[in-house]
């Protein structure tokens, strides 16, 4: 079989197993966070007991911030305690880190970035990895699928103050979606070779007559839910580009589904609770137009490589071939999970680019879990604002009014990443403390320090490999866009919930314009192309445009 014929059987592959899944894991999720009939389940109350929790009641936007932000910084402090004394708990197996390093990561997988400036088997422990990093790695996307229910609760309810109760939202999304497919997914790992052990290191003779030096570990267990919560933070240094977590073609299908299926199945969540499934499916219809254009790039520049019948195969695992790593780079910075299978410095500009570009959306092709959601609806309301300012109608989502809160709101939510990534890459092209980390010049250069901090505001993860980040001005200043790229947004987001739930839902009139239609989700993707491209060419024309015409 030819590579183009293997590469799409692989995409039709993915694209029927994420179809045939949407329908009831978003239904499912619908159920989740409405579920008030059969009560909570006993597991759940023994949380709420132990926390002093009362599940029945529900907070205002202003006090779910507040549990938001409080819940995360509790867990930035422990992670990076945690982190920085690992060196005298159990299993510390030498794994040591610098302060900043530790306070980078701790923040990184707090904010569901998984940012690594360390090797990931040298730099941490087996505790570390497992007590801390893997509990980040449930509970970090269970916050952004919290806020985007709370967002949607906004839209849906039409009368009251109160957006839902995070910490009941936190334990459900945890408990009832996230625990049970992880499971069954690290089983399904670890039958196709995902190793799981408490192995001491092994050394084993090379070829050349040297030794080298095998790592064991928890890693299908932990493989399973960084690309489910949209994470990304490998196991080992080669991210899963090592055999120990990707070891084959049918192992790296399964991760690109893993780390898509939750996003894209969360636009039928919305559509459920909304109680209009059409405008479930027009935000799947954005979201899957903006992957599909995006796989096709990418995919197109990296088979056009070099100009030869294998493309561009240099810094790809030979295990998997052009088509499903650039299927493979497509898909993880359109979510925000940041997992590799191959080395984005080595693609060629365009594919570069392409990859790039995909953060720079703001990740909502399909987005992070829950993140793409919220994010895809700060976008709709966007669309919703500059079309009723096209034809003169009063703007409305969902029988709610977009006003100047609203918008104001919407776009101060928007603004941050793109404030965030062109103020620090400007910073570190004239900075030597960033400048000399670059493994290149010119316009190459420039994409490497831009997809570092585009990777850290939009909490991806990913690193294009050439940038050597781990310095203490680095660490930090990478630290800090994690941290406002993600709870900035979040702050926003719930105050646009906390100003749509107190309006009363409007009745669909002849002036109201329809949101479910084929019409408007090609707006609605004309909109995000354009403000992206607005924002960011005149970036991406001195980086990677520029190297690809040079």
């Not at 073609?249 to 589904?257: C, D, K, P, Q």
């Not at 320090?449 to 050597?468: I, K, L, P, R």
């Not at 749509?500 to 002849?510: D, I």
């Not at 408007?520 to 024309?541: C, E, H, Y």
Request: glycine content about 12%; overall charge neutral; hydrophobic content about 50%.
């Amino acid at each position: 079989m030819s590579d183009t014929a293997s590469g799409l059987l692989t995409i039709a592959v993915l694209v029927a197993a994420l179809a045939a899944v949407h329908v009831p894991l978003g239904t499912w999720m619908a159920r989740v966070f409405t579920d008030t009939d059969r009560g909570h389940w006993r597991v759940e109350r023994l949380v709420y007991r132990l926390c002093r929790v009362d599940p029945a009641s529900e907070q205002r936007w202003t006090t779910y911030a507040v549990a938001v932000l409080g819940f995360s910084v509790v867990g930035i402090v422990l992670l990076f305690a945690l982190i920085a004394l690992q060196g005298v708990l159990p299993l510390d197996r030498g794994a040591a880190m610098n302060l900043d390093t530790a306070l980078n990561t701790a923040v990184s997988f707090v904010t569901n970035t998984n940012w690594q400036s360390y090797a990931g088997e040298a730099g941490t422990s087996p505790l570390v990895q497992t007590l801390g990093l893997t509990v980040q790695n449930f509970v970090s996307p269970a916050v952004g699928l919290a806020v985007a229910v709370a967002l949607v609760r906004g839209l849906a309810r039409s009368s009251g103050s109160a957006v839902g109760n995070f910490w009941v939202d936190l334990v459900r999304g945890t408990v009832r979606v996230l625990l049970p497919l992880a499971a069954v997914a690290a089983v399904v790992l670890l039958l196709g070779g995902v190793i799981q052990n408490l192995s001491a290191p092994t050394t084993v003779p090379t070829v050349s007559g040297g030794s080298q030096v095998l790592q064991g570990g928890l890693v299908a267990s932990q493989e399973a839910i960084k690309e489910l919560g949209t994470n990304g933070g490998g196991y080992f240094n080669a991210n899963s580009a090592h055999p120990f977590e990707n070891p084959n073609a049918f192992t790296n299908l399964l991760e690109i589904f893993l780390l898509l299926v939750i996003p894209f199945s969360l636009p039928r969540t919305y559509g459920v609770l909304v109680g209009d499934r059409r405008q479930g499916w027009a935000v799947l219809g954005f979201m899957a137009t903006l992957w599909g254009l995006m796989v096709a790039a990418v995919t197109w520049a990296e088979v056009s490589a070099a100009g030869g019948r294998l493309g561009g195969l240099e810094g790809k695992e030979l295990r998997f071939g052009v088509w499903p790593s650039a299927l493979f780079a497509a898909s993880t910075t359109g979510t925000s999970t940041g997992a590799v299978n191959s080395m984005h410095e080595s693609f060629s500009p365009l594919g570069g680019g392409g990859v790039l570009f995909s953060m720079l959306l703001g990740e909502v092709s399909p987005g992070g879990v829950g993140s793409g959601l919220y994010g895809a609806l700060l976008l709709a309301v966007l669309t919703v604002f500059i079309s009723g300012l096209m034809v003169g109608r009063t703007p409305e989502l969902l029988g709610k009014q977009v006003g100047r809160r609203e918008i104001t709101l919407t776009a101060l939510a928007l603004l941050v990443m793109p404030a965030l990534v062109l103020v620090f890459t400007g910073i570190g092209m004239v900075a030597p403390l960033v400048s000399s980390q670059m493994l290149a010049t010119g316009p190459h250069g420039l994409t490497e320090v831009m997809y570092a901090y585009a990777s850290a505001a939009n909490n991806n993860g990913s690193a294009f490999a050439g940038f050597s980040a781990d310095t203490p001005y680095v660490n930090l200043t990478l630290a800090l866009c994690m941290f406002l790229g993600r709870f900035v947004p979040i702050v926003l987001v719930l105050a646009l919930a906390g100003s749509l739930v107190t309006q009363r839902r409007r009745p669909v009139n002849a002036g109201t314009l329809p949101t479910h239609t084929p019409t408007f989700a090609a707006l609605f993707v004309g909109v995000a192309v354009i403000v992206t491209g607005l924002t960011f060419f005149p970036a991406l024309a001195l980086g990677p445009l520029a190297e690809a015409l040079s």
